[in-house]
């Protein structure tokens, strides 16, 4: 850090397992994913390139390779997963994770209507391969799973061979996990949070208020995801307690007492 | 692109009539500009300086020069020429597109009260020396114009000489087309389509719901205007129903009963 | 300019202490601050680093440079004052001051709860180092502050050294002079108007329709603050009357009588 300030709360660096942070790349050129390695790095502990983004993307093989140089992995958004298994080419995706040299892969049913049974095996089957997060939650807002549900879906696919589970919420923060105001179904969070443990949920939080919101709940190092580029750098204030939003949050309580 | 995928919409490709998309320009860096052509060159069909950001933007020669090289058309936003028209100054206005080197204007009267036959009047003039995009619809949201009324003004405005006209919705998407909620005032784009064939019309959509919208309504291959540099490869996903707004909207249902 | 264009408003240049502009910087890389002083260098008075991004940004040094070559004084954020303060480690911030050369600071208490004649010292004291911008208004929206109030902190903080005060309204543009909605609370800003000359106080509006506003108030010349990168050159173009939004508030009447 630049300087030195007191009273900060601990945070994690890399690599780490908590106070993990996933970025949403959807069609960063490679100066772009250049300058957010330069101010970003330490911060990113993986990359998503949004949804099927990876599939229009001119220069793919080169970014690939801008992000593994600075030993960020990267991974294709589930949808891109859902759009090979409706299409019923399975094993074509498979090729391709391997063609690209990827190490993770997400598996989802965000989009499609799958048997969690099937979705399970799919986890395993490519878990041999790479290392997998699956995500719960539907991008349907119309379809509210209820919490006990979400808790056994999340730890089946933790069974199955996930890494960690996802909790959905899109790239504009108003599905899954969020309301369509995007405020959080905190209820729904915190039973989650009583059956699986926390280092194993990669929430996504692209909304301030969200981030400010799991942040405030579970500490500064609590894994987030489908965190803009350009809000790298503000989250890491956030979590760290030195953003209007959190700045008394963990800040010991004696201390206020000077005024 | 990057691997196969079947059963995909066939995508129209460059130099394409249909299909069209104009990315608004208002004040990218010359680099973020060559980022741009990197990332998207071959989804623009042509790029909009926004209202009169050409005026104040300082490297004005240089940016048209980029996006010359890079075979992707320029022109500047209708505000500026009314913004000459309302000064009695529209030789002038014909001399600056001269000096630039510009082939593409638009005339539109979203901020002025102009007398359609004059309007028409400027269109045929402007079209002797460029190709004349014109604009319907007004940035004023409590000016609501009727759907005969819209179809009367495309139809006069093209027979005037306009290439093709553009649907107003502003850089926010909250007037014209919409309501100020943003929604789309989906009576009247039906009705238009019924006297007015779709490849001689640009939508404004600068909201990513207002895409999904057009492209359910007239397929992945509608003209699209007003979307943002960095919306351009979020944009090709959701024409080619590879994200999860349109994810099942082109597939064969047939695809679908696998699980 | 890139052309002439008559009946514009007059407007200042730089130095200037009206029709000032601050632009917020959020952790910027520094090819985007080089890209922003290329596009908008002359219409960028003074840069904030956005609260404590400083302190996790890893090239602050070479930012600091590339900004001072330009000739553009930039001071880090309120809340890192405040950070500093809560801790007791008010000397240290002089020193980090001192440290990266930085000849602006800001003086707030949007986060803290600071008697007013603590401020003015801590204003006073830093102002024999610096030149000082103080700001007035908290960032919590359940603060409500009176117009009269609100007079008397700015004058109290100009008096103890202030060189300019702020209006709060955060990046979000939700507190302080505007409503939780990002409506400006008018009646306030036209009563500190009565008593506080318009070119001390630089005003918080990062949202489009603050922007106009306080355009149409006050005029082209009016000092704004946290302003977005993006959104420098639109700004210059809303300050001229050459978007929609202000195009008909600074021509001549007489003008309009053409149609």
Redesign the interface.
Known sequence: ???????LPERAVKPREKGFTMCMD???????VE??I??????IDIVKL???????????EEKLRIYKEAGIPVYFGG??F???V????FD?YRK?LD??GLEHAEVSD??????HD?KCEYIAKLSEQVTVLSEVGS?DAEKIIPPYKWIELMRKELDAGAWKVIGEA?EGGNVGLFRSSGEVRSGLVEEILTEIPSEKIIWEAPQ?AQQVWFIKLIGPNVNLGNIAP?E???L??IR?G???DT??HF?NKE??S??
Do not use: C
């Open positions: 850090m630049n300087y030195h300030l007191n009273n959807k069609g960063l050129s490679l100066r772009e300058d957010l330069e101010t970003s790095g330490e911060y949004g949804w099927a983004t990876s599939f229009v993307y001119p220069k793919l949808t891109l859902e759009a090979f409706i299409r019923n080419q074509d391709v063609r690209f965000g989009s499609i209507e799958m048997n099937v991008k899109r301030k350009n790298m750098i503000p890491e204030t760290l030195l953003r209007g700045f008394h800040l201390r206020e000077i005024f």
